[in-house]
């Protein structure tokens, strides 16, 4: 049969979906069930001094009061120095620290009558004053968010590499800038959701996730249970990004009112509670600088980094996620070797953050790509050139940035200059100059990054985050039904993952992908893993299908098992990259920016199934014009959030996707035998600082605060 890698396949998985077959958590309805429903905080700090009400309907209604003694709050298990990271209650004790943070939870025998439950409570609350901004968190006399935490720092980074200071104090030209993300949500189509029901001395819950096996460690850590009597099944998922990535209380407490109750418990999020107390992301401001030589190129460079990481460092990641990610890849595509930088994890009063789509790296690459339009526009060169003059050429790969990333395989020059070609560079830069004669506001903006995927064992080990293993196992077997039937510890959450996971073991097995079952990750089926984040979909999970095929092909032949388990620990990390093209134009009496073409050329290594990987980076592009237009989550100076619904938190929909170009490079990676990289994250890491790049272009704007609305711009030209 014809290669299974490298092909177009229809997804196999949406015959399913569309037929209304999917089993997402809300879906599921087991017998006797209970339902579940939480009192949050509706102030952003303050002190609990009780519950008022009563809830004479309800089935039981449990306080932080309930659990002591047989549930410890969710902790982030870290040896990095200098980090704090005080643990997670699972019910507020006797304080809260943002809006929405759970104080109290009312089971009854349905959704409405556990929600009017919950509507007869109210909790007893002395307020204290909110940090919500940078400023607020890092004044003198700033109320602390943990009194553990001084100054409000969950972890202050600083780090030298080369002589930059020597070239700083020897550089005739220093150009620098800053730029502000906003904190923004992930807003996944499905919120989340829990089922948890007893399992004889143990517990068995089904979890919209991405890291079950995450899921299930941290249970029987809070539970004071042994890890072989949880089992986490990773339900459906529809959409995840990252905010999925985590371990959350609401996981923690349904198991364990499951097991209090002696029934099955059930909790389905509201948009409301999801915009509130799911982790957001971002929230980062970067000031940066570089000692620049005449021709473009950058002979040193320093950055300040501040992110807001909200009242709680989450598990696994801690509060470490941002800041060191953003810190880690300031240099980019970029033969940067002198390089130092000091990176702050402030504690605020929000919701705590999270992964999401490009954590760190976008805030990284919006950062260093605001830079070399700054270079160009402040020598007069155009803004290909500077990147043409700062790029890791292809002969020096592979290569390690200042701050360790080894960089396996590239060619970022070609990434540049296909899309260049394909974009029509310079035609549009004429264009660009006739709309300007006839008095409209057009731009164009460009992004190139490299990002790093599927990292493993030692990188999470580097960073001091124990609660992350690394690795990824996969178990292929032959099962009763005699079709080949795959697991992985990286779930599916919408990537198109059962169809490409499906192609990889028919390669192996030279079988064809549709007689290949990809079943969703249930801990009780295959071994232990890391999960779906940090696109580990074709490196991770990829990687241990294959080897694990090959080898149930092999022992078919000697007569011998038909049931494969493989792990697969990556010796360092994947390192796809490209370079995005586009053109807005802005409207001079709505302020707003409209995006007229989009290119990218991408080199993820090895494609699995090009359209998979296409609609990836469309998807991509799509909410990263979101960051950079529209999405913003606001909070008010007391904590309060403003964006609570749909109606304030506005996503970008198929009016404001631009169509995308897309052209393909192919260097494979050298870190694994498939040369895949990966490919879930770069669609948003690099259209966030080219559409915002394209809007600075058009109104000749220096230092950025996203999202361009339209408010935001007409009140900058009306400044200006």
């Not at 040193?300 to 501040?306: E, S």
Request: aromatic content about 6%; proline content about 6%; glycine content about 10%.
């Amino acid at each position: 049969m014809a290669n299974s890698i490298g092909r177009s396949l229809r997804r196999l998985e949406d015959g399913r979906l569309l037929r209304g077959e999917g089993r997402f958590a809300d879906d599921l309805q087991p017998e006797r069930c209970l339902h579940v429903a939480f009192l949050r905080s509706p102030v952003a700090h303050g002190l609990v001094s009780g519950i008022d009400g009563a809830a004479p309907d309800a089935k039981a209604v449990f306080s932080a009061a309930d659990l002591q003694g047989s549930c410890l709050p969710l902790t982030a298990h870290l040896t990095t120095p200098g980090v704090v990271s005080p643990p997670r209650p699972i019910l507020a004790v006797d304080r809260v620290r943002f809006v929405g943070e759970m104080i109290a939870a009312a089971v009854a025998g349905t959704r409405y009558g556990a929600a009017d439950a919950v509507a007869q409570l109210s909790p007893d609350i002395d307020p204290l004053p909110a940090v919500v901004t940078f400023e607020d968190a890092l004044a003198e006399d700033a109320p602390r968010v943990h009194d553990e935490v001084p100054r409000n720092l969950y972890f202050t980074g600083r780090r030298t590499y080369g002589d930059p200071r020597g070239v700083f104090a020897r550089a005739g030209l220093v150009v620098e800038g800053s730029v502000t993300h906003p904190r923004v949500a992930a807003a996944p189509i499905e919120t989340r959701g829990v089922v948890a029901q007893p399992d004889g001395a143990g517990v068995t819950v089904w979890t919209s996730t991405q890291v079950p096996h995450l899921v299930a460690d941290a249970i029987a850590e809070c539970l004071g249970i042994d890890r072989a009597a949880v089992r986490v099944v990773a339900t459906d998922v529809g959409g995840g990004f990252g905010a999925k990535a985590q371990v959350y209380p609401e996981e923690i407490l349904l198991a364990w009112m499951a097991r209090r109750v002696g029934a099955p418990v059930k909790w389905t999020e509201t948009r409301s509670e999801h915009m509130q107390a799911a982790s957001h992301a971002r929230d980062q401001r970067v000031h940066f600088e570089a000692a620049v030589r005449k021709d473009g190129r950058i002979l040193a460079l320093r950055a300040t980094i501040h992110s807001s990481v909200g009242a709680y460092g989450i598990r696994p990641f801690g509060p470490l996620l941002d800041p060191i990610g953003t810190a880690g890849l300031m240099t980019g595509p970029y033969d940067i070797t002198d390089y130092e930088y000091t990176t702050y994890a402030v504690a605020t009063n929000k919701s705590p953050e999270g992964p999401y789509r490009g954590v760190g790296m976008v805030t990284a690459v919006l950062a260093h790509e605001r830079l070399m339009d700054l270079i160009a526009a402040r020598l007069d060169l155009d803004p290909l050139e500077v990147r043409r003059v700062n790029f890791v050429r292809r002969e020096q790969m592979p290569y390690r940035s200042p701050t360790g990333h080894p960089y396996e395989t590239g060619d970022y020059g070609a990434a540049l200059e296909a899309a260049a070609s394909a974009f029509g560079y310079a035609a549009m830069r004429e264009r660009q100059q006739r709309g300007r004669d006839e008095g409209r506001e057009i731009g164009i903006g460009v992004a190139s990054y490299v990002e790093y995927t599927g990292a493993g064992s030692s990188t999470f080990k580097g960073r001091g985050m124990l609660d992350i293993p690394g690795t990824d196992t996969a178990r292929v077997w032959v099962a009763g039904d005699g079709q080949v039937h795959v697991q992985t510890s990286c779930p599916v959450i919408g990537q198109g993952s059962h169809t490409t996971l499906a192609q990889v073991a028919a390669h192996a097995l030279g079988i064809d992908p549709d007689s290949i079952v990809v079943e969703q990750t249930d801990t009780a089926v295959v071994g232990p893993g890391t999960g779906s984040f940090m696109s580990r979909g074709s490196v991770t999970a990829a990687t241990s299908v294959f080897r694990a095929a090959t080898l149930l092909r092999e022992l078919q032949a000697e007569n011998g098992e038909l049931d494969v388990t493989v792990t697969y620990d990556p010796p360092q990390a994947a390192h796809p990259y490209a370079t995005h093209m586009c053109m807005v134009e802005v409207d001079p009496e709505t302020g707003e920016a409209k995006i007229l073409r989009y290119v990218v050329a991408e080199d993820c290594g090895v494609l699995i199934n090009p359209m998979i990987v296409e609609g990836q980076v469309t998807g991509g592009v799509a909410q990263g014009a979101g960051a950079a237009l529209m999405e913003e989550v606001a909070y008010g100076g007391d904590g309060q959030l403003l964006s609570s619904t749909f109606v304030d938190y506005l996503v970008p929909s198929i009016g404001e996707t631009p169509e995308v170009e897309i052209a393909h490079l192919v260097t494979p990676s050298t870190v694994h035998e498939l040369g895949t990289k990966g490919a879930g994250e770069g669609g948003t890491i690099g259209s966030t600082p080219a559409i915002a790049n394209a809007v600075a272009d058009a109104l000749s704007l220096a230092d950025l605060t996203l999202p361009l609305t339209p408010d935001r711009l007409t009140a900058l030209r009306n400044d200006a």
